[in-house]
């Protein structure tokens, strides 16, 4: 499995965590053998770009892969009093997103992005949640995109979303190299299965699944009610298939956890897994999941009690 590290956590979701940890996360990720790592303005107005730039500027820039995201601009907020952002990220509200899949606003946002991370280039730049601006996100941020490629300044392009209907038109519309599909191909639910990833595979474009643990439901060995499903409450429909899950995974001598990073590497289109992590603490314990897979067991026996 290629596991790499989602870097939302950098920018302060849920709650804060201060520079030290942060680069300490990004340092055991290093030290665990992850090379790839993904970021978007989005993730703490830019803080979690900053603080991922910053702890690798030290790395040699040929031995990792990063992808970050256009589609929000940061725009500065003059009437900023002090209150603090509302998606979802413990920072100050010191700037405004704004959609923007213009030509100018991809422009715009990539300049931003590589000098919030201090590089020249970034390996991969995918638009960034565009189902609800589809048109001009494909007619107009694609071609963006696909410009700013032929310039050196990204590397591989398409787009990140957890709607699979707009990734699976952009696959047959476009040409991207690359769809970060979130939280669509799980242990908990796969509508992916449908028709993105064969499409990806038909295509020859690489995917990388993200949400893999949907958010947090599938994080811990034993779920409950108080963990978050698609960045809100978990519907106790969801809770009590979790559970279930839990229960057969530790009947076949795993974890709930060690099954969803598994599962989510196991179509052949998809080629990473990134997961998130807010300590190097959670970096290691994901590390050590990857490389000690369920035994084969379990599939069966989940489908047989009708939960995959």
């Known amino acids: 499995m290629r596991l790499g590290l989602g870097c939302a956590q950098l920018g302060n979701l849920y709650h804060e965590i201060d520079d030290d940890r942060a680069r300490a996360t990004v340092d055991a990720a ?26 690798l500027r030290e790395r040699r820039r040929d031995q990792y892969t990063i992808s970050t995201k256009v589609g929000r601009l940061l ?14 990220f413990v920072v100050p509200a010191t700037h405004r997103r704004v959609w923007d899949f213009s030509r100018d ?19 991969v730049a995918l638009l960034h949640d565009p189902e609800e601006h589809a048109e ?28 699979a209907a707009i990734l699976t038109r952009l696959v047959t519309e476009c040409t991207p190299d690359v769809v970060m599909v979130a939280g669509r191909f799980t242990l908990l639910e796969q509508p992916a299965l449908d028709t993105l990833l064969p499409t990806c595979a038909a295509a020859g474009v690489e995917v990388v699944n993200v949400g893999v643990f949907n958010s947090g439901l599938l994080a811990v060995d034993d779920p409950g009610a108080d ?3 698609e960045y809100g409450a978990a519907p106790a429909a969801l809770v009590a298939k979790a559970r279930a899950i839990a229960g ?29 992590a807010d300590s190097p603490e ?27």
């Not at 598994?262 to 998809?270: C, I, K, M, R």
């Open 105 to 123: 606003g991809i422009r715009r946002s990539l300049e931003a992005s590589l000098a919030r991370l201090g590089l020249d280039r970034v390996d």
């Open 227 to 229: 963990l978050p499903y």
């Open 136 to 163: 001009v996100a494909l007619r107009t941020g694609f071609p963006a995109l696909a410009e700013l490629r032929e310039e050196g300044l990204v590397g591989a392009i398409g787009a990140g979303s957890k709607d």
């Open 75 to 88: 725009v500065g907020d003059p009437s900023y009093a002090g209150g603090m952002d509302t998606e979802g």
């Open 248 to 276: 057969v995974c530790d009947r076949h001598g795993t974890t709930l956890p060690a099954a969803a990073l598994a599962f989510a590497a196991g179509h052949p289109a998809v080629t990473a897994v990134v997961v998130g």
């Open 30 to 55: 290093w030290d665990a053998g992850v090379r790839y790592f993904d970021t978007a303005p989005h993730y703490g107005l830019g803080l979690s770009e900053r603080r991922l730039g910053e702890a």
């Open 282 to 308: 959670q970096v290691r314990r994901n590390a050590a999941l990857a490389i000690a897979p369920p035994p084969g067991s379990l599939w069966p026996a989940l489908r047989e009690a009708g939960l995959l």
